[in-house]
């Protein structure tokens, strides 16, 4: 059975305290641009211009707050007291890195915030949805509490359930090692969950794989996933060592296609036939496999040609590539898309967008978003103020305009000033987004 329904994107809001922490090992990115200055100011506008392009092609576009940093319960967790102030003042004294850790703005990257099943995959059909224990990084493993209550409010209609166990051998990061393949949004498609580790076998040298079977496995038997649509397929140690710490810097999917490089899998002959078994009598999967001969890993990498988004844009029969201008100004990757285009296959057309302030951390314009299908009812039902609209672009582009800091140096993130000018904006931006007035944990007085 089929019904109508469309894929939104719901775009992580860059939130105030962005800056440049070094905090993500085995990220190229992170750890090349750590201790730069930011601009959160310039980053959440690139975020928000991003998500009104997309709305404005006419496809359905979210937004997800950003979070409350600095974290404080994770502050008073580990033994600091006192007021808000006194927490902040000690905790730099004492534990600096791990007050970096706290004053991260890493939710903007909603690639990572669940894995998200639409309701035609599952048993019951209802929405379902897993928050990431993002447990193999500090600064992330503290993101999941509160993007729980985030998913509830912005889809109350849905199954929002816990994160796995916050342990290693369930270490999840979400929708970044999660495609979904179908021949059209509203029927059965067939579920591909990519892993980089068995989570009970020794850690492999190298970088860490962040994503272990037993975690995708927990989530599709949580989500009610049909086994035989269902397909879990291995990442390269080459892929994770030169720097694909979550498979969607090397891969990406939409409708029957799956967009990858050749180095992306363990075993691509048998990700392949595992697909197509998985998706017999629904559709004929459609690989369009980059060669290591054009595009070599690093090039991939550094230029972020496959953290695109693939979307189908209303009225277009081919797939269109939202890439990020890195992969325009790489003669490889830019060779490649005029290639790709200009040939017959799924892949019609590339559109090039700024989001260099996320960049410049390793989140490229699919990490900024969760995809979401939903029907038409459903989206009906998504919380208003998580919803785009040009009225609301217009009132976030003031609140950022009024409440971000233009820069943002390592040393700035010293000043109990900032904590005080974030939570204001958040509290600001409860009320525009119908978030509620207990949403953050400070105001809860947690
Ligand atoms: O988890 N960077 C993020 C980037 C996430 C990108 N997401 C996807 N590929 N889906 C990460 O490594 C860096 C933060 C810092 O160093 O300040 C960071 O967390």
Redesign the pocket.
């Known amino acids: 059975m089929s019904t109508i329904a469309q894929e939104a994107n719901f775009d992580g809001l860059i939130g105030p305290t962005h800056?440049?922490?070094?905090?993500?090992d085995g990220?190229l990115a992170?750890a090349n641009n750590?201790g730069l200055v930011a601009s959160p100011r310039a980053a959440a506008l690139q975020g928000l211009e991003k998500m009104k392009t997309m709305h404005e092609a006419g496809l359905r576009q979210g937004i997800l707050p950003p979070q409350q940093r600095p974290h404080l319960p994770t502050l008073r967790r580990a033994g600091f007291t006192g007021t808000d102030q006194d927490v902040f003042e000690a905790a730099w004294q004492h534990a600096p890195r791990l007050m970096k850790n706290c004053l991260?703005a890493?939710s903007m990257?909603a690639?990572?915030a669940a894995t998200v099943s639409p309701s035609p995959d599952s048993v019951n059909g209802r929405l379902q949805l897993t928050p990431a224990n993002l447990s193999t990084?500090l600064?992330?493993s503290i993101e999941h509490p509160q993007t729980q209550r985030a998913l509830e409010t912005a889809f109350p209609f849905a199954d929002v359930h816990q994160a796995l166990s916050e342990q290693s051998v369930f270490a999840d990061e979400g929708a970044?090692n999660h495609v979904r393949l179908c021949e059209s949004r509203g029927a059965q498609g067939v579920e591909l969950f990519v892993y980089g580790r068995d989570g009970y076998a020794a850690h492999r040298p190298g970088y860490p794989a962040r994503q272990t079977r037993q975690a995708s496995e927990a989530i599709a038997r949580s989500h009610g996933l049909d086994p035989v649509r269902t397909v879990y397929a291995l990442q390269s140690d080459a892929a994770i060592d030169a720097g694909a710490?979550?498979n969607?810097?090397v891969c990406v999917g939409a409708m029957q296609t799956l967009f990858y490089h050749e180095l992306a899998f363990a075993d691509t002959a048998k990700m392949q036939s595992d697909i197509r078994a998985a998706a017999k009598g629904l559709f004929e999967p459609i690989f369009t496999e980059v060669p290591l001969a054009e595009v070599s890993i690093a090039d991939a990498i550094k230029a972020y040609l496959f953290?695109s988004m693939l979307v189908q844009m209303p009225g277009e029969n081919r797939l269109t590539l939202i890439a990020p201008l890195e992969t325009e100004e790489n003669i490889a990757t830019k060779n490649y898309c005029d290639k790709l285009v200009a040939g017959n296959g799924p892949i019609g057309h590339v559109h090039y967008v700024d989001v260099r302030q996320s960049m410049r951390?390793?989140?490229g314009p699919?990490?900024l978003r969760l995809r979401v299908t939903l029907t038409d009812a459903e989206w009906a039902q998504v919380n208003e103020g998580n919803r785009f609209s040009p009225g609301l672009y217009e009132t976030l582009k003031e609140w950022i305009t009024k409440h971000y800091r233009e820069e943002l140096a390592p040393e700035d993130l010293k000043d109990p000033a900032i904590m005080m000018e974030s939570f204001e904006a958040l509290d600001a931006l409860t009320r525009i987004m119908g978030l509620g007035s207990d949403f953050y944990p400070f105001q809860r007085g947690d």
């Open positions: 800056n440049y922490g070094g905090l993500s990220n992170s750590a991260s890493s990257w690639a990572n990084m600064h992330r970044a710490f979550h969607d810097v953290n951390n390793g989140g699919a990490c």
